[in-house]
C-alpha cells in the first residue's frame, strides 16, 4: 500500500461546502477541504482543456485559410505590382526606377500589413470562463477555511 493511502480509505464523516458545521476533527475538516480542493482542480483542469481545444481547432482551421489565402495571394500581388511598375515607366519613369519605387511602396504596405497582423494575433484563446471559475473557487475556499 502507498504511504498516505490508509487515511484516503479511512472512512468519514463527509461535509459538502455549505453545510451547516458540525462537530468534527479538525483533521477531518482538512482532509475534506484537501480531497474537495484536489476534485476541483481536476474539474476545473477538465474544462480548461476542452475550452482551449475548441479555440486552437478553430485557429488550425484558420491558419491553414489564411496560408492558402497567403499563397494566391502572392502571386496576385507580384502581378499587380508588375503593372504598376508598368504604370510608372509608361508615366515616363525609367523602368529601374519605376520597378524601385514599386518595391517602396509595397514594402511599406507590407510592413503596415505586418504590424496590424501582429497586433491582431497578440491575444491568442483565452479561458475566459474557466479563470472567471478559478476566481470564484479561491474565494469559495477561501471562505470555507475562515
Not at 110 to 115: G, I, Q
Amino acid at each position: 500500500m502507498r504511504p498516505g493511502a490508509e487515511a484516503a480509505a479511512r472512512p468519514g464523516p463527509r461535509r459538502d461546502i455549505g453545510s451547516p458545521p458540525r462537530d468534527e476533527p479538525l483533521s477531518d475538516l482538512i482532509r475534506d477541504v484537501a480531497q474537495q480542493a484536489g476534485s476541483l482542480v481536476r474539474a476545473e483542469l477538465r474544462v480548461l482543456r476542452a475550452e482551449m481545444g475548441t479555440g486552437l481547432r478553430r485557429a488550425k482551421h484558420g491558419a491553414v485559410l489564411l496560408a492558402v489565402a497567403a499563397a494566391l495571394g502572392l502571386g496576385a500581388a507580384f502581378m499587380a505590382l508588375l503593372a504598376i511598375a508598368a504604370l510608372f515607366a509608361a508615366l515616363g519613369l525609367a523602368f529601374w526606377f519605376a520597378a524601385l519605387l514599386t518595391t517602396l511602396l509595397a514594402g511599406i504596405a507590407a510592413a503596415l500589413l505586418a504590424r496590424a497582423g501582429l497586433d491582431a494575433m497578440s491575444s491568442g484563446p483565452v479561458p475566459e470562463h474557466t479563470l472567471d471559475q478559478l476566481r470564484k473557487d479561491r474565494m469559495m475556499v477561501g471562505e470555507t477555511l475562515r
